[in-house]
């Protein structure tokens, strides 16, 4: 049974950094592209970043780089997503996800072609 499973989430202020953490359990980890998504209340979810299992490509959706940095650990098989000066725009529930496709910009446009999802880690960040 596969797990995705995300934490670090919380209240937080405005220009503070985060880092959230996402688990995975009963898949090769290696052989699947880990993303972060997010969505606040009343938008449609967002694509921010991806990660290849390998390790060896990392995208990020025009609209966020610079703001967020993301990693891997296939050791842990677990990915971070790195928040840097949080402000309350950023406020949303956010998301992991695994695919098994290959990588590319399109698995950030289109939330359908993610394999499994997590239930999400919420942050909050007070202005």
């Known amino acids: 049974q596969v797990q995705v499973v995300e934490s670090g989430g919380g209240l937080v202020q405005s220009g503070e950094s985060l880092r959230l953490s996402c688990t995975t359990s009963g898949l090769t980890f290696e052989t699947y592209t880990m993303g972060w998504f997010r969505q606040a209340l009343g938008k449609e979810r967002e694509g921010i970043s991806y990660?290849?299992?390998?390790?060896?490509?990392?995208d990020y959706a025009d609209s966020v780089k610079g703001h967020f940095t993301i990693s891997g650990d296939n050791a842990k098989k677990t990915v971070y997503l790195q928040i840097h000066s949080l402000q309350p725009e950023d406020t949303a529930m956010y998301y992991c996800a695994a695919a098994s496709r290959p990588a590319g910009w399109w698995l950030l446009r289109d939330s359908s072609l993610w394999d499994y999802w997590g239930q999400g880690t919420q942050v909050t960040v007070s202005s």
């Open positions: 990660i290849t299992g390998s390790g060896s490509k990392i």
